[in-house]
């Protein structure tokens, strides 16, 4: 029941609603519920902010645009267009756009919304990575973001295509092509898709339904389950901030999280108004409406979807014909491997880094990403890759801009993405590794000051001084590799785990994945390390 010391016309309702759904009792367990008060989770949070801008924004725009393939000739407010023949769908953005109050703005926002969720998106996931939050018992919400990403490419691909414009047209044409390329059912799906020969007419009603109805429902189904499995788990602590694998630190639910989260909406919803207002983005009036015989120079998409585009253009003209069939490896290989590469890799590595490491514990505590050099290591390769691919979609562009031969800029990204992930590897490594001496002289012998001193028989040196308790929390909270099993243990047996073939894998990749590690002992101060204390002048 509700406090009795609340005015009535509060403690009524309460009373109504708790009597028939029992809700104080849950606020009351949840209400307090603790929340760190780290930036880095705030990435998720603008992720979830941008989705219900794309909701409230998609909305809007649905009660005006047609999601016909009809030919009609537009007699709108555009008048370069005017008399022009297109399809309904073009014609009813273009009415949207200059015709209806406040419709550019809200086709704006919506796409910068789109934007900044799949950004949000990718920079929250790459952070889980690198501090391990994806370990047991974490991994289920892993597997709940790269589901996310992946719907989120797709509610991309049919947001923007529905205009219908010179662009769009364009990458549906490329889709059409890759699902064509498929062996075996990709002809069957292309036909099912697009309702017959591209274009057909039903592409447009098709996507229309899936982009506003049946992705964006599986899209907060799963935003749902991942709140609710972390509410449950409760956040992962970031070292140094006094949270322990029992113990969770940080501010309430209610009222500090609450009004910190509301602000923060406000403060997302301000950023992507200003560039919606400000920063022109897909303006379909320019292309045109889509001929398929007409293509535009510099045609990129979304940032997201420009891994794909780069391989695309990468790939050689390979084709293999045999008994009458012809697979197009120039179309299927860069549509399936590099996103089966990261994807399936993000999508296996938790599992795969518990059988290398042996390593089955909980995981509330993350890890700060120089303690993890070899996992840190493959992340930045793994960017690095992805970054190149991304540029490479736009060959065209950096040779235009930087005059330079379209040819030399497409075979310098054919080396670098295999040169580029590889170089970004070891740089990380050493880096990592850098930074554990660092951490450990700071243990052994405390931070150096900056202050130099003199002694009495004249010689000098900078003085050292403790870390705080803190940062010793932080520099201690690296925990050193378990030791990979012996392949014959005291005995002359075998060890468990290290039999057969996978056995000796597991053994090697341990040792791989373990190398180099750096200890971090010692209690900071430096006075315990034989520095002298006794300095009598401070000279600079």
């Not at 140094?240 to 509301?262: C, I, L, N, R």
């Not at 970004?424 to 880096?431: E, F, H, P």
């Not at 785990?497 to 900071?524: C, F, Q």
Request: proline letters at 6%; a negative charge; aromatic letters at 12%.
């Amino acid at each position: 029941m509700a406090d009795e010391t609340l005015p009535k016309a509060v403690a009524g309702p309460l009373n109504f609603v708790d009597d028939r759904l029992g809700t104080v009792g849950f606020m009351k367990r949840n209400v307090k519920k603790v929340f760190p008060d780290h930036w880095s989770f705030l990435l998720g949070e603008i992720a979830l902010y941008s989705f219900i801008i794309l909701l409230l924004s998609g909305t809007f725009l649905t009660l005006w645009f047609k999601p016909s393939m009809l030919e009609v000739h537009y007699h709108g407010s555009y008048e370069p267009l005017v008399g022009v023949q297109m399809s309904e769908a073009y014609a009813s953005t273009l009415h949207i756009t200059f015709d209806i109050r406040g419709g550019l703005l809200m086709r704006q926002i919506h796409h910068w919304a789109a934007i900044l969720f799949m950004a949000s998106l990718m920079v929250h996931m790459l952070r889980v990575f690198f501090t391990g939050a994806y370990r047991k018992p974490r991994e289920i919400n892993w597997l709940i973001g790269l589901g996310l990403f992946t719907l989120g490419m797709l509610e991309g691909l049919f947001g923007y295509s529905l205009p219908d414009d010179l662009l769009s047209g364009t990458g549906l044409r490329i889709t059409q092509g890759v699902l064509e390329a498929i062996p075996i059912v990709g002809t069957y799906g292309y036909m099912f898709l697009f309702g017959g020969e591209f274009p057909g007419v039903d592409i447009i009603p098709r996507m229309f339904t899936l982009h506003i109805l049946l992705i964006p429902g599986i899209i907060l189904a799963l935003i749902t389950a991942h709140m609710m499995i972390m509410w449950h788990q409760k956040h992962t602590q970031m070292p140094g901030t006094g949270g322990t694998e029992t113990k969770v630190t940080g501010y309430p639910f209610y009222p500090v999280f609450m009004a910190k989260a509301g602000a923060y909406f406000l403060y997302t919803f301000g950023v992507i108004a200003l560039l919606g207002t400000f920063a022109q983005i897909n303006p379909i009036w320019l292309f045109g409406p889509y001929d398929p015989s007409a293509i535009s120079a510099g045609s990129q998409p979304d940032f997201y979807m420009g891994l794909l585009e780069g391989s695309l253009r990468l790939m050689p003209g390979w084709e293999i014909t045999a008994w009458g069939h012809t697979l197009s490896l120039n179309v299927l290989i860069p549509a399936l491997v590099p996103l089966g590469i990261i994807f399936t890799g993000a999508g296996v590595w938790p599992w795969l880094e518990r059988w290398i490491t042996g390593d089955h514990r909980y995981h509330h505590v993350n890890d700060r990403p120089r303690n993890a050099p070899t996992r840190t290591a493959l992340g930045v390769a793994m960017v690095a890759f992805y970054g190149l691919m991304w540029l490479a979609g736009a060959n065209d562009v950096l040779a235009e801009k930087f005059h330079l031969s379209l040819y030399a800029t497409t075979w310098f990204f054919r080396f670098a993405i295999f040169i580029g992930p590889w170089l970004a590897y070891l740089i990380t490594k050493r880096i990592c590794l850098g930074l554990q001496r660092s951490d450990a002289a700071t243990m052994a012998h405390g931070y150096e000051s900056g202050t130099i001193v003199m002694s009495p028989e004249g010689e000098f040196s900078e003085l050292h001084k403790e870390p705080a308790d803190f940062e010793k929390a932080k520099l201690l909270s690296k925990e050193e590799p378990k030791a990979p099993l012996p392949a014959i243990d005291a005995n002359g047996v075998p060890a468990k785990g290290s039999k057969g073939p996978l056995g000796h894998l597991r053994t090697r990749l341990a040792m791989w994945y373990n190398a180099d590690s750096i200890p971090v002992e010692g209690d900071g101060d430096p006075h315990h390390h034989g520095h002298d204390d006794q300095h009598k002048e401070l000279t600079h």
